[in-house]
Every structure is written in structure tokens, then in C-alpha cells.
């Protein structure tokens, strides 16, 4: 079993910055695939970024690209998500989730484990 603890979100006004972090723990990992997803109320999930294991492949949503970073500290199986510049339609609650097998995919379904998600509120 795979635990993925979130952090960081809150409330930012439009401009500003925020970054969230999540650590993965549980059984052994290696070369998973590690992205972030949100969800805005009334609209379903969706994909935002993803990192491969190495940092071969990353991807970004058209939404956030130039504006959102993924990153990834593999020595603590952590992954992060700089937000810059931004904007109200970025409100939602975003979920790391976890690919045990390593693919490259933008789809939430072939993701094996998920957290449980933090707020992030962008005010106008």
C-alpha cells in the first residue's frame, strides 16, 4: 500500500503564488510516475501535471503551462507544485496521485494511488 501525504494550498489572491508538496510512503517505490490533479466544484477531475520517475517526461495541462512547475525529490519520494501568476479558475482541490507503473499518462484511471487533497482558493 502507498500513502501520499499533501501539503501546502491556502488562500492566495489572483497574481499570487503558492506551492503544494506531497510525500509518498508504504512499500518500496521506484520509477513511479508522480502527477497532480484538481477538482472544481461541480466539474470533474482533472489533469494538471505529471513527472516520470526521472524527469524524462513531464506534462503540463494547456491551462497551466508557463504558470504551474512539477517537480520531484526522489531521495524522499516527494513531488511538488509551484503555482505562479495565478488566476480564480484555478480554485479547485488538488490531489497528488501516484502511477505505480511508471507510465507517462495524462489519465486519472491508470493512476494506482491518491491523496486526499488540498484546497487552493484564488480570490479576484
Known amino acids: 500500500q502507498v500513502q501520499l501525504e499533501e501539503s501546502g494550498g491556502g488562500s492566495v489572491q489572483a497574481g499570487g503564488s503558492l506551492r503544494v508538496s506531497c510525500a509518498a510512503s508504504?512499500?518500496?517505490?521506484?520509477?513511479?510516475?508522480m502527477g497532480w490533479f484538481r477538482q472544481a466544484p461541480g466539474k470533474e477531475r482533472e489533469f494538471v501535471a505529471a513527472c516520470s520517475w526521472n524527469g524524462a517526461w513531464t506534462s503540463y495541462a494547456d491551462s497551466v503551462k508557463g504558470r504551474f512547475t512539477i517537480s520531484r525529490t526522489n531521495a524522499v519520494n516527494t513531488v511538488y507544485l509551484q503555482m505562479h501568476s495565478l488566476k480564480p479558475e484555478d480554485t479547485a482541490v488538488y490531489y497528488c496521485a501516484v502511477d505505480a507503473s511508471g507510465r507517462w499518462s495524462r489519465d486519472p484511471h491508470e493512476y494506482d494511488y491518491w491523496g486526499q487533497g488540498t484546497q487552493v482558493t484564488v480570490s479576484s
Open positions: 508504504g512499500r518500496t517505490l521506484s520509477r513511479i510516475t
